[in-house]
């Protein structure tokens, strides 16, 4: 008869959404790097033009840095007090930053032939207390936008350097802003008055309130509003108050479609991925959650170790950089795979050479003018219709425990599945087949505390998994019963027994406390059931 292999029994396992693809991809930002600074990092901004450098603003300097070595590539500290939200224009050439002393100021960067020159292009001086926000227009980069703590909200003309258009609504500072990315004359702020508000520049007039404290429950801020941002089709916007993010539908009005709550603390920041599809909140609660923005519902969360001011990605999705109030800068990143072609590549001449236009399209154009390689494949041999041919039957290889157990080499095979690489799934089924053959004991004679120590690992693993937990006890008791007369003599195997008498112990009170809540629900829904009947 020939030998039958050991059978490895499957065990049912829990399905787990711990892992699923979307926390698999934001897992992908891993090795983070933190850079320490002498005060807390206040804004990041990621450059929209390539290699996509990062303003990060500290202190009284903004510092521009090299997304691939992380390297201080050029720092601008011409400030007369602390430097607020630096801000890199698309076209990477010029960066702007407000300090606490009221002025806003424009200066060159990222230029080769300019890289020594730190010169002040320009000076915007009309704002009479700290200016935390400034940004430029995307749609049209020669205009500012300048949020300050004396409630007005101002649109500059850099060329001029004159405020074409002034905002005064707010009651209160106004510390997050934003210029429109489908409208260049729509401004969205937020202010600690509990208010959002929708400019147009060219009425100067405030065309929208939304959270307003005598509004309705749902949609009432009673915090102030720390963080604004607008989608990229300028119909929905989002808010954060407190440890609440609000989403608002400017199409409707300004109504509040959604309120959540999943921060344990102030909301400092948020950020859009690549395209828009997924909305990145950082708070004080160390804690940065990622939404799916067709249903809000946080698909990732990632951990820092102090509270979080801003929080910046890259465009390219490569980044994400956080600033914290203990003045350390996390940069996390991910390496791309090779078949992920960036969305502004589709139509480039790269791309449309390599066939990435056409599936774009959703079809295939022909192949004019290409030539054909055949495959090259080995012939098979045909033979007579009436030919009889005889098959060859390989022979099953044996795993290596399997070839030790037909020799009857019980130790020796246990041995084997004591490997990191093995899965507990194979070590079991082997020890419920030594089991079967009588053969647990020869198996675990002889031992020394170098031979001893694999097993009580396992053991001590294993003895709270409900899949392995009877025949733990059951291999327990047996190395229990073999070597209590050598106890003692060794630290190390000593240590482990008292390990696993403390975890044994551990689980049983725990088993108890299940027990006594599953009592008292079974008390509870019975009384449930007779109130109903």
Not at 32 to 53: D, N
Not at 281 to 308: C, F, N, W
Not at 364 to 376: A, F, I, N, R, Y
Request: glycine letters at 6%; charged letters at 25%; a positive charge.
């Amino acid at each position: 008869m020939d030998y039958q292999p050991v059978v490895v029994r499957k065990h049912p396992r829990p399905a787990s959404t711990k892992h699923n693809a979307e926390s698999r991809y934001w897992r992908q930002y891993r090795h983070p790097v933190f850079i320490k600074e002498y005060a807390p990092v206040t804004s990041v901004h990621f450059s929209s033009a390539k290699p996509h450098r990062y303003a990060v603003t500290a202190a009284t300097r903004v510092q521009i840095y090299a997304p691939r070595t992380q390297k201080v590539t050029k720092t601008i500290s011409r400030f007369k007090d602390v430097a607020r939200s630096g801000c890199i224009r698309g076209d990477g050439k010029l960066v702007v930053a407000g300090d606490d002393s009221g002025l806003i100021q424009a200066t060159y960067h990222l230029q080769v032939f300019d890289i020594n020159s730190r010169a002040i292009l320009r000076t915007l001086d009309s704002h009479k207390q700290p200016v935390h926000v400034t940004k430029f227009s995307t749609l049209d980069q020669t205009q500012v936008l300048s949020c300050s703590d004396d409630t007005t909200v101002r649109i500059w003309d850099v060329p001029s350097q004159a405020a074409v258009t002034t905002f005064l609504d707010h009651t209160d500072y106004v510390r997050s802003g934003q210029v429109s990315t489908s409208n260049p004359h729509l401004v969205l702020t937020g202010s600690y008055d509990a208010t959002v508000r929708l400019f147009d520049s060219r009425t100067g007039e405030c065309e929208m309130v939304m959270g307003d404290p005598s509004g309705e429950a749902g949609a009432r801020n009673t915090n102030p509003v720390e963080q604004v941002l607008m989608f990229p089709s300028g119909t929905v916007a989002l808010s954060t108050a407190g440890p609440i993010l609000r989403v608002w539908d400017l199409v409707a009005g300004g109504r509040c479609t959604r309120a959540m709550s999943n921060h344990q603390k102030t909301i400092t920041s948020l950020s859009f991925n690549s395209d828009a599809s997924r909305v990145l909140t950082g708070g004080l609660d160390q804690m940065v959650k990622v939404y799916d923005v067709s249903t809000y519902r946080v698909v990732h969360t990632m951990r820092y170790p102090a509270p979080i001011l801003c929080m910046a990605i890259s465009p390219d999705e490569t980044h994400i950089a956080a600033g914290m109030s203990d003045g350390t800068l996390s940069v996390r990143r991910r390496q791309p795979k090779s078949s992920e072609p960036a969305a502004k590549d589709l139509f480039s001449v790269a791309s449309l050479r390599t066939g990435a236009f056409e599936s774009f399209l959703g079809g295939s154009l022909p192949t004019l003018g290409q030539g054909h390689v055949k495959e090259k494949k080995k012939s098979k041999p045909i033979g007579d219709v009436d030919e009889l041919k005889v098959e060859s039957k390989r022979k099953k290889r044996l795993r290596e425990y399997d070839r030790l157990l037909k020799g009857f080499k019980y130790s020796a095979a246990l041995d084997s599945v004591l490997r990191k690489n093995v899965p507990p799934t194979t070590t079991f089924s082997l020890v419920q087949e030594l089991i079967h053959r009588d053969g647990l004991r020869t198996a675990l004679a002889g031992r020394d505390d170098v031979l001893l120590e694999p097993i009580l690992r396992l053991l001590l693993k294993h003895v709270t998994d409900p899949r392995f937990g009877e025949m733990v006890c059951d291999v327990a008791n047996v190395v229990i019963e073999m070597y209590t007369p050598v106890l003692g003599q060794s630290p190390l195997i000593d240590t482990l027994f008292v390990r696993l008498r403390k975890k044994v112990a551990t689980e049983l009170r725990f088993q108890k406390e299940l027990v006594k809540a599953k009592g008292a629900l079974d008390m509870l829904l019975a009384s449930a059931a007779l109130s109903v009947v």
